[in-house]
């Protein structure tokens, strides 16, 4: 890279102009920039976005539930959500380090002088692949307003803000341990590489939210590959943390520090976000960790069906407290019949369920499926309310027209 550009640590030229673009580094590039480079023209997301796979809203982009029709278990990368808070980086994963400093680990590393993982370093570590959804908390936060006449502020997802990977990496614990995790650690906060978030004209710094330490052991991974491919730029390359179950902020990308704190740890994303706030909770709100139970249809919103035919209807449910054990579908809002189940039930995954339908009569319906986890949550029919929208776990009412034949 040519003299005088300032750069960010693991960051490559690209990225440095990507950025750029996205308004990140403006004042730091301004000038240094060779002429001619217009990668302003590039959004905040770097996969193509095709109107049949996604539905875009500004940095953030859903999948449709129809483009998951006919796919297998896992969601293809081409279809897989894509929750930006600024926008993706382009990273250089031979110059990338992971940095992890703090009072819980051995010694205290300073972040000016931290421990030190290179991407090289980080795969010849023992491995594990898991299969695990990550999910937006705030999946499903529109029907809070279509369905509830609640008002609610954030990105109005439908379903389509979660997906299933297998996610190859290593154990977090496995890195703790060799960085000198000492047993006083109580919190880790795992740090993006993304540009600072900036919001109502506020900085809100890197997007970072920190994360217990007992849960951080347990089943956490940095991953480096998404259905055995290195990770994506949108998905977190080099690394991003895994972890499974709990809402997808917790699943940091494009990881650069990680603190390891003797102390409790807080950031905007435990504080201000991701916190469930309302009449209903305490003052201080309550935290979002785990996900709840959902189901969803792999149709398009208001299909169109032809009458006297039979329809298999499929779709998937998951729920952050453990596997699906029971899904339920009703066509009329009153009865309800057990889904067929034709794929495994993963802990950390999802469900995959088909449910045949012959519809004799020509008019407007709404179908609800209705799933029950393996601690006996089942989706109830109200969401309870809070003002952020998170957590959106009631059944949805899915309207689709059934045309004469
Ligand atoms: N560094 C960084 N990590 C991040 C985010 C982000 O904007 N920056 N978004 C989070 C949120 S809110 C979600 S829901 C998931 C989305 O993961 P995906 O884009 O791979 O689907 O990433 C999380 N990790
Ligand atoms: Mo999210």
Redesign the pocket.
Known sequence: MGGGEARLPGLSRRGMLKLAAAGGLAAAAAGTLPAGTAAAADGPIVKPLPPELFEVYG?NAETRWEALSGQGYLTPVDR???????STPILDAAAWRLRLFGSGLRGAPTAANPVEFSYRELRELPSETITAF?????NGRSFFTSQQGQSVSGTAWKLG?V?VARWRGVRLATVLARAGLTRHAVDVLP????PD?VTAGVNLG???RPLPVAKALQDVLLAYEMNGRPLPP???FPV??VVPSW?????????GRLEVSADPLVSPWNTQYYRLLGPDYPAEGTLVTEQVVKSAFELPWHATLAAGRRHVLRGRSWSGHGRIRRVEVSTDGVTWEPAKPISPALDRGWLQWEFPWRPRNAGEYTLRARATDITGVRQPDVAPYNTQGYLFGAVVRHPVTVSAA
């Open positions: 940095t897989f959500f894509v929750r930006d808070h600024t990550i999910e937006c908390a705030g803000a997906g740090e993006g590489l993304d978030y890197k997007v970072r949108d998905h977190g991003r943390l809402a997808g902020i917790s699943s940091i990308k494009w990881l």
